[in-house]
């Protein structure tokens, strides 16, 4: 819900270098036959990086804790993950995207079913309820994947047991395989793993847990890379998180031009839209600029859905300006309007709505 009565401008966001040359003619340069400073510089800047990744890679085939340290603090923050069209055309940054982010199960490509090498006790919980309550689960060493399913199956409620579809999810990434799980484990640094179910046709939901709570998605890669997106629970029902992080200042300074110039009155509803004294401010829309597209790409990583066109809004900027305002509402339509069931055909409905705050007013704003 939205409303707001800045006095002064707000904006929010429903989601060459020049060489001088110098003649150089007839200059004379003088002959060096030894420079002590190179074999120095080529130590630091050849042996010691590639001494670095022997080590990582090492370290990471003899060790699956190392192999999930370096997964988390060194993989994620040098290789951003590429755009899904880069990905589809270049199969093997796609494969090396999987093996980096997805910690896609081996058996896949060796045909050995890979195999739990301890023990593990699991929580189950219902999407978006994790973590204080669940159904207590021991997986056995030496089950495998296979077996793993079968587990969480029978500890599934009555009508879920049969679901084909249903998915299962860390807080981490999806879970696909017992190396999957086991890295979960290791990168939680727990003894008990919280895993949620999600079933077929429903949409992965964040657990709020309590008010106050805090947590880093390492399913996301942030607009700085020098501080991660943090999600913050204000409340647990509605579901509403702050997010920290998510747009750079480049990207902010982007959505305020872009509108500047396309700004119009605001209107209402869905498919017969409107123009209503509830809504009185100007709104600008960004559907296919690089920096927007970018942004949605982002939004639907957060909330952990697969990004498609047919099922994203354009971002949306809009400008409040002092007394202007929009009245309380939901996003949701629950009346009104036909065919507002998503998972009809031709069915639209918002599942999620990010508000992404442009600028600041010293005071004002509901």
Not at 63 to 84: C, E, G, N, Q
Not at 197 to 223: C, D, I, M, Q
């Amino acid at each position: 819900m939205d409303r707001a009565h800045p006095p002064s401008r707000r904006y929010t966001m429903a989601v060459k270098t020049a060489k001088n040359k110098q003649n150089k003619k007839n200059a004379s340069v003088p002959l060096k036959l030894h420079n002590p400073s190179t074999p120095m510089l080529l130590f630091v800047t050849v042996t010691l990086p590639c001494l670095f990744l022997a080590s990582v890679l090492l370290s990471s085939l003899v060790s699956p804790t190392a192999d999930a340290f370096w997964h988390k603090y060194f993989w994620h923050r040098i290789l951003p993950r590429p755009s899904d069209e880069y990905l589809a055309k270049n199969p093997w940054a796609a494969l090396a995207m999987d093996m980096i982010y997805e910690d896609q199960p081996s058996e896949a490509i060796s045909g050995i079913a890979h195999q739990l090498q301890s023990d593990i006790h699991i929580r189950l919980h219902k999407n978006g309820n994790c973590c204080q309550e669940g159904k207590p689960i021991k997986l056995l060493k030496g089950s495998t994947w296979d077996d793993v399913v079968l587990t969480f199956r029978a500890n599934l409620p009555d009508q879920l047991k049969t679901d084909e579809s249903i998915k299962f999810f860390t807080s981490d990434f999806e879970i696909t395989s017992t190396k999957a799980i086991q890295t979960s484990l290791l990168v939680g640094a727990t003894d008990t793993l919280d895993i949620m179910y999600v079933e077929g046709g429903a949409l992965f939901v964040w657990s709020t847990r309590h008010v106050g709570y805090k947590f880093y998605p390492t399913n996301v890669a942030p607009a700085n890379q020098d501080a991660p997106i943090a999600l913050e629970t204000l409340s647990e029902s509605p579901r509403v998180f702050r997010v920290s992080n998510f747009l750079s200042n480049d990207e902010m300074e982007y959505l305020k031009s872009f509108a500047s110039k396309r700004l119009e009155r605001s209107h209402v509803g869905i498919g017969k839209e409107s123009f209503s004294d509830d809504r009185t401010s100007r709104t600008a829309w960004d559907t296919n600029s690089q920096t927007s597209l970018k942004i949605q790409r982002r939004a639907f990583d957060l909330i952990r859905v697969k990004y498609q066109v047919n099922i994203t809004d354009a971002i949306q900027i809009i400008r409040y300006l002092p007394g202007q305002t929009y009245i309380g509402h939901t996003d949701y339509f629950d009346h009104g309007y036909d065919n507002l069931d998503p998972a009809l055909p031709g069915g639209t409905n918002r599942f999620v709505t990010i508000f992404c705050y442009l600028s600041d007013v010293p005071e004002g704003g509901k």
